[in-house]
């Protein structure tokens, strides 16, 4: 069984920053993929960022320059830093990871979600 637990959302006001946290714990052999999602009231969930196991990265448009996505590869955690935060930006943010159980045997995961306010 894989679990994923977020951590680091809040109130922040426009301009400030916050660093949301997503760990993996269970049977897990490797993880090719770590992403955050986000999903506003009213609105579909989309991609943030994704970084793959060997550094690569993308991001949305909209959070380009502001927005950092790292990993942990030992501690199977994946990291979002975001600077410079607008009221645009407040949604419940998810963590996404493709996870391989064993070899070969590919499953995709997503964390409880963590609410991100950005407001004055």
């Known amino acids: 069984q894989v679990q994923l637990v977020e951590s680091g959302g809040g109130l922040v006001q426009p301009g400030g920053s916050l660093r949301l946290s997503c760990a993996a714990s269970?049977?897990?052999?490797?993880?090719?993929?770590m992403g955050w999602y986000r999903q506003a009231p009213g609105k579909q969930r989309d991609l943030v960022a994704r970084?793959?196991?060997?550094?690569?990265?993308n991001y949305a448009d909209s959070v380009k320059g502001r927005f950092t996505i790292s990993r942990d590869n030992a501690k199977n955690t994946v990291y979002l830093q975001m600077n410079n935060l607008e009221p645009e930006d407040t949604a419940v943010y998810y963590c996404?990871?493709?996870?391989?159980?064993?070899?070969?045997?590919?499953?995709?995961?997503w964390g409880q979600g963590t609410q991100v306010t950005v407001s004055s």
């Open positions: 269970g049977r897990i052999f490797s993880i090719p993929d």
């Open positions: 970084v793959t196991s060997g550094g690569n990265t």
């Open positions: 996404n990871m493709l996870i391989a159980t064993m070899r070969a045997r590919y499953d995709n995961y």
